[in-house]
């Protein structure tokens, strides 16, 4: 047995199969990973829009290996020297006058906006929020809730009441769903899960607009498309509005579990002691990983990069598979990118690896590409000629047709 075999045995014995695993990989440096056999690959995925600075960023590294080695928790009974200075970057890059809840996944930042947004709402009876149909939000009870795609709910009813569901990039729909009892309306500026869809300015805008004139809440899941993914520190920024509140996770600490919430002076003050918590939430060393990923991606440019190196991709994309009548479309924004087939993309998502490219089938039909915001041109273009001679492997399988 290869050890990579090995590895996924004892994984199968062991760990529930709640996912599908494709490698074993031991090892990363930038947008480079090794597999336990000692291949190469290209992480154009960089383990789903976390690994922001790319593996093992040595300011990453070093950070947690300093606070590791003087303290890792004190639990929120005692103040620590880091969370304060982190929910000051994250505040002073958000909205004026906005302060920072911090606990451990997207999940769990998800949760405790629906409940802050609830609290806010509760004198005037109004609980329910509007989220968008094929938006991701999470897999506890009441992310799934908000999630707007059945069939992540299926066999977990009863699934937790009031979200309401309305059409992404569609602001007349999300007026309809509003009713008295509607306290917000959630949205992701680009919808991730859902096969990389940006919403367009005027929706954006719109909402913005629809909240104030209904005295309701903007709630925005920055989860995956924050952090500089976009090419912005939040995606909402590219729209040049501002929500109430919004959540992040993935890539605030580039590995390292942390989640947040940020609310504006709405709703900075609404939660008082007792009313929320989270028992790891903001923790020395989750809260140094992440300062350190802050001041990287500005000492080294990375949102000018993400905006310069995801126009790059999606030109080389668009160029290269153009000929691939299977190919519809290069859409997204910065390094959030999506190859839309007309066909399942799974097993293009195989042979990309097979060739030492690393990326995810997504919405069944899209070919997703996060690649670390530290990415270099050469990477770039030798991704695109990756997708350019998988799409030929794949259009040759089926014999000169279509595959
Ligand atoms: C991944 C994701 C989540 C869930 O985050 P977890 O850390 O897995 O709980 C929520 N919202 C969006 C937009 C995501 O992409």
Known sequence: MSSSEQIVALHKQYVMPTYAPGLVLVKGKGAKVWDADGREYLDFLSGIAVVG?????????KAIRRQAGQLMHVSNLYYNENQPRLAEALST??????????????AEANE?????ARLWGHAQGKSEIVTMRNSFHGRTLAALAAT?????????????????YADFNDLASVRAAITDKTVAVLVEAVQGEGGILPATP???TGLRSLCNEKNILLLCDEVQCGMGRTGHWFGFQAYGIEPDAFSLA???ANGFPIGALIAGPKLSDVFQPGNHASTFGGNPLACAAALAVIETITSEGLLENATKMGELLASLLAKKTRKFSFVKTVRGKGLMLGLVLDRPAKELEVLLREKGLITIATADTVIRFLPPLCVKPAQVRKAA????????????KTAGGSP
């Open 148 to 164: 707007g795609q059945t069939k992540y709910q299926k066999g977990f009813d009863p699934i937790p009441a009031g979200f309401t």
């Open 202 to 204: 005027e929706f954006m």
């Open 53 to 61: 600075l790319g593996h093992c960023h040595p300011n990453v590294v």
């Open 112 to 116: 405790g906006m629906f409940k802050l």
């Open 93 to 106: 890059r958000a909205m004026n006058g906005s302060k920072c809840f911090f606990c451990n996944s997207g």
């Open 250 to 252: 993935k890539s605030l």
């Open 385 to 396: 000629k990756i997708v350019a001679d998988a799409c030929a492997a794949w259009q040759q």
